[in-house]
């Protein structure tokens, strides 16, 4: 069965010169188990995209549902992973992590054990009173995976989560990822991860949704069939990045370009 | 030239040895570092710490994993953690801090008395002293009040003879190893010499 489905989605914002369509027409569905990634340039609503799922925002037109059940409201079996990490520096690892426990109400009894398994999980032990500045940029998105986790989703959403990580952490973080996925005894079940970074899309997803340029429109869903641990080097990697690279420099409405747009600003 | 300290954190460590897992546990080590669009010297600190920490060896520029590295690459994260608390009580630097916790008064010492106890090897830094209380961090050996600044002994650690005996100034980290220790980058060593080293150190140590 699909966790999630969107459906013919379309979202725009109005400006003063009217509205302004970011995408258009958006269908796919992330099934149990699946890991998804969704690539495309700049501004091409990927983001959004995230944000309309996990019911944050509305789509303009179409539907998104969960478990066959409209999301119409921020749906609680979902969480999400920011490029910024988005922690409060006030507060240290331990208490991050309770956050979005204490906020779905969870009875403060069961909220120690969950937070000490997460913090286990995610490799934070000895880290729990730590605050976020102490932390290494690599601790501080393990504590953003831990407080993710710790709701025990169903779908992880990660935006960008790891263009912020210089690249020996981000190869780090990005085994991490793969292995609480592949745990059957931990969340999530499937995770759908925004990127810029083809390169990383294919390293980690099984399919790779390609969005256009604005407003955003399914290219392709290429399927990703390479054994993992999956060398970037190998001939079919590479053919496989050279082909999303292809469609997005091709199925956009300007001039071929050989390299997509910068990655976004690296938050600090 | 002290070469034990870690000059990386530890997920820059494991990020290299993610990376040659993903290159089959054995890569020449230019090809290692271009495959993450980065110059030699730029993994050459997590090179050199996964070397101490027995977890690779580097032999004429090529970098192999040792049979602990390959092991540590297939653990849970949280096993990963077990590994590397084994390996880090072996290095000079962690066995002289743990002494010097064991022996101190609460078993605390300040940043400045870390930095104390590695100047006898290298020029203090603040880098230097994050870089090691996070590793110390890391593997659970230590704990760290960021209100006091001070450094504190994990409890799991706090074996044999601690407890409040006759404080004596600690074993300088680092002797005649530190120096003659060859640079990974044209290292002929091999995981033997290492071990042998560290039983030496064990005797030095007491």
């Known amino acids: 069965m699909a966790l999630i489905r969107v459906e013919h989605v379309d979202k725009s914002f109005a400006s003063r010169h009217g509205s302004i369509s970011i995408m258009q027409n958006i269908s796919f569905e992330v099934k149990d188990s699946d890991f998804v990634a969704i690539v495309g340039p700049s501004g091409c609503g990927k983001s959004t995209l995230l944000r309309l799922i996990q019911g944050l925002d509305h789509p303009t037109a179409g539907s998104i549902f969960f478990q066959d059940q409209k999301v ?28 979005g426990l204490e906020a779905l109400g969870w009875a403060s009894e069961r909220i120690g054990a969950q937070v000490e398994r997460y913090i286990s999980v995610t490799g934070l032990d000895g880290f729990q009173e730590a605050y976020p500045r102490e932390l290494s940029g690599g601790m501080r998105q393990r504590v953003g995976l831990a407080r993710a986790l710790a709701v ?11 263009s912020a990580l210089d690249p020996l952490t981000a190869e780090s973080l990005r085994e991490e990822v793969l292995q609480l996925w592949r745990d059957p005894q931990l969340p999530p079940d499937a995770v759908l991860l925004v990127s810029h970074n083809i390169e990383e899309a294919i390293q980690l997803a099984d399919r790779v949704i390609v969005l256009s340029r604005r407003p955003g429109q399914i290219l392709a869903q290429v399927e990703v069939e390479l054994p993992r641990p999956r060398d970037r080097k ?3 990697f590479y053919d496989l990045t050279d082909r999303v690279y ?6 956009g409405t300007s001039a071929p370009r050989s390299r997509l747009p910068d990655a976004p600003p690296a938050a600090g | 030239m002290p070469t034990t300290f870690p000059k990386c954190n530890p997920t820059e460590m494991m990020g290299l040895l993610v ?27 997590a090179l050199e710490f996964a070397e101490v920490l027995q977890l690779v060896k580097v032999v004429e520029g090529r970098v192999t994993f040792t049979d602990l590295g390959r092991k540590l690459v297939a653990v849970s994260i949280r096993d990963r953690k077990a590994i590397i608390r084994e390996q880090l009580r072996k290095t000079t630097l962690f066995r002289t801090l743990l002494r010097a916790l064991e022996s101190a008064p609460e078993h605390a010492l300040s940043d400045e008395d870390l930095g104390q106890i590695i100047s006898l090897t290298t020029t203090p830094s603040d880098e230097a002293v994050q870089n090691i209380v996070n590793w110390g961090r890391y593997a659970d050996l230590i704990r760290y009040d960021s209100s006091e600044q001070r450094i504190v002994l994990t409890r799991r ?21 530190e120096g003659s220790r060859p640079s ?12 042998l080293r560290t039983a030496s150190l064990a005797h030095v140590l007491g």
């Open chain 1, 72 to 99: 119409d409201t921020v749906c609680s079996q979902m969480a999400m992973v920011f490029q910024s990490f988005a922690l409060y520096p006030w507060l240290t690892v331990a208490q991050n992590v309770s956050f």
């Open chain 1, 234 to 236: 190998s001939a079919a």
């Open chain 1, 152 to 162: 025990e989703p169903a779908v992880l959403l990660m935006d960008e989560p790891f």
């Open chain 2, 157 to 177: 650690s706090t074996g044999g003879k601690s407890g409040p005996g006759p404080s004596h100034p600690p074993s300088p980290p680092g002797d005649a190893e």
């Open chain 2, 19 to 45: 990376l040659l897992n993903n290159h089959k546990g054995s890569e020449d080590v230019a090809l290692l570092a271009d495959d993450l669009d980065l110059e030699i010297d730029e993994i050459f600190p």
């Open chain 2, 184 to 195: 990974p980058r044209n290292s002929t060593h091999t995981a033997p010499e290492t071990e």
């Open chain 1, 246 to 251: 292809s469609l997005i420099t091709e199925g």
